[in-house]
Nanobody, 126 residues
Framework: QAQLVDSGGDLVQPGGSLRLSCKAS????????IGWFRQVPGKEREGVSC????????YYGDSVKGRFTVSRDAAKNTVYLQMNSLKPEDTAVYYC???????????????????WGQGTQVTVSS
């Protein structure tokens, strides 16, 4: 059974960095577009970043542009989200997700994704 496991969340001070991982079992991640999303209680899930199947296309939400970077490691069947210059407003549960349907690029719309990780907590606080 296909599964995504996201990890790497932690408590970090403002200005710090974290790297989140999204590791797959039961399927090969490089065949699918992958998205990263975040959610805080009482708010809708927000698109953070995505990467296309061939890694040519990457997109970022306006609030994280220039600070976050998404990448793949095919050998490890893992997608990463490198988060730098973290701010308190980045505090959220972060999820990775996979879209089964083929798309040339990728999307930050959560409704387009089919398979989700369990979430990992990122807290940015001094």
């Amino acid at each position: 059974q296909a599964q995504l496991v996201d990890s790497g969340g932690d408590l970090v001070q403002p200005g710090g960095s974290l790297r989140l991982s999204c590791k797959a079992s039961g399927l090969t991640l490089e065949h699918y577009a992958i998205g990263w999303f975040r959610q805080v209680p009482g708010k809708e899930r927000e698109g953070v970043s995505c990467i296309s199947t061939n890694s040519i296309y990457t997109y970022y939400g306006d609030s994280v542009k220039g600070r976050f970077t998404v990448s793949r490691d095919a050998a490890k069947n893992t997608v990463y989200l490198q988060m730098n210059s973290l701010k308190p407003e980045d505090t959220a549960v972060y999820y990775c997700a996979l879209e089964y349907a083929y798309r040339r690029s990728c999307t930050l719309t959560p409704q387009e994704y089919d398979l989700w990780g369990q979430g990992t907590q990122v807290t940015v606080s001094s």
